[in-house]
């Protein structure tokens, strides 16, 4: 049993230092990246998500008001059909109180 020294290869250390070096420089970057930056902090982290809920809140909000404004106006313009327009006058009756 005669042991061989191990072989060096010689040729594969520079990809591999090219490789590891490619892969510091991706961290660096990812790390100063904001989304990062914002997980980071326990603080900034709420504040970002509390402000995200209002914005989708007021969004929610408006997008509701006006989907149902356009839905009574419409309804207001079917006078003509029997059945759907005495329903859609008592809705704008019940939303336009005087």
């Keep these: 049993?005669?042991?061989?020294?191990?072989?060096?290869?010689?040729?594969?250390?520079?990809?591999?230092?090219?490789d590891l070096q490619a892969l510091k420089d991706e961290m660096r970057l990812l790390n100063t990246h904001r989304f990062v930056r914002i997980h980071n902090s326990l603080w900034r982290l709420i504040s970002f998500q509390f402000i995200r809920g209002l914005a989708f809140g007021l969004g929610s909000v408006i997008g509701a008001t006006i989907l149902v404004s356009v839905l009574v106006y419409s309804l207001r313009t079917i006078d003509f059909i029997p059945i759907i327009g005495e329903w859609a006058k008592q809705i704008v009756d019940m939303i336009t109180v005087k």
Excluded: F, G, V
């Excluded at 049993?1 to 090219?18: F, R």
């Design 1 to 18: 049993m005669s042991k061989e020294p191990a072989e060096k290869p010689t040729d594969t250390m520079p990809d591999l230092h090219a």
